[in-house]
Nanobody
């Protein structure tokens, strides 16, 4: 079993930045793909970014490419999402998740999820 706890969410003005963290406990995440997803009210959960176990491969949704950066520190069992140039449409609950599958970008490919952290971007 692994527990994932997100932090770093909050309220920010458009154009601002936030850094989300996802701390894992119970098991190492170093050999797993880690991903960030988000879910806005009334919408389905959607892929944001993913990173391979080594950190060598990163994948992004088109909507965040060039603004968000995913990274990981396996020594700390933690994954990060640096979000810059935030827009009101980035408002959502952000979730981190773990997948045994390489290049995982679909919700169903992830088996463990955190509880989420709210990100609100005001215009």
């Amino acid at each position: 079993q692994v527990q994932l706890v997100e932090s770093g969410g909050g309220l920010v003005q458009a154009g601002g930045s936030l850094r989300l963290s996802c701390a894992a406990s119970g098991r190492t995440i170093s050999t797993y793909t880690m991903g960030w997803f988000r879910q806005a009210p009334g919408k389905e959960r959607e892929f944001v970014a993913a990173i391979s176990g080594s950190g060598g491969n990163k994948y992004y949704a088109d909507s965040v490419k060039g603004r968000f950066t995913i990274s990981r520190d396996n020594a700390k069992n933690t994954v990060y999402l640096q979000m810059n140039s935030l827009k009101p449409e980035d408002t959502a609950v952000y979730y981190c998740a773990r997948s045994p599958t390489a290049r995982a970008m679909a919700v169903l490919e992830y088996t463990y999820w955190g509880q989420g952290t709210q990100v609100t971007v005001s215009s």
